[in-house]
């Protein structure tokens, strides 16, 4: 199953929406905070559209067929989440019409997000 998932995942990176493509462009190379960040990444057998490994954060993109799978995607966040994965969420109409404001939104939640305990505290 996982490796169904990789090759999926290998066919979604060729066959980009518009959205995407946009996304892609910006995140790509380290251009946006000089983050690596990868497209179509599998986790928990999820794919996620964007994933930034060492912020452990996920930029998702809501196209038309989100809206007919919203008990499905609850579920996943849910799974995703519990793996200390954030998530973000845009629309496509969000990233077409306002870049800016994407990456505006992408980096609040970066710079909000909490530090990590230094080792051998919180235990």
Known sequence: MK???????????KEQT????????????RKFMDLK????HVIEGFILDFYCHELKLAVEIDGGIHERRKDYDEVRQEIIESEGIQI?????????????????????????RP????????D
């Open 3 to 13: 490796e169904i998932k990789k090759i999926f995942a290998r066919t979604l990176r």
């Open 18 to 29: 518009k959205a995407e493509k946009i996304v892609w462009e910006l995140l790509r190379k």
């Open 37 to 40: 960040f990868r497209r179509q």
């Open 88 to 112: 973000i969420r845009f629309t496509n109409n969000e990233i077409i019409n306002n870049k800016r404001d994407v990456l505006n939104k992408i980096e609040k939640s970066i710079n909000y």
């Open 115 to 122: 530090l990590p305990l230094p080792l051998g505290e919180g």
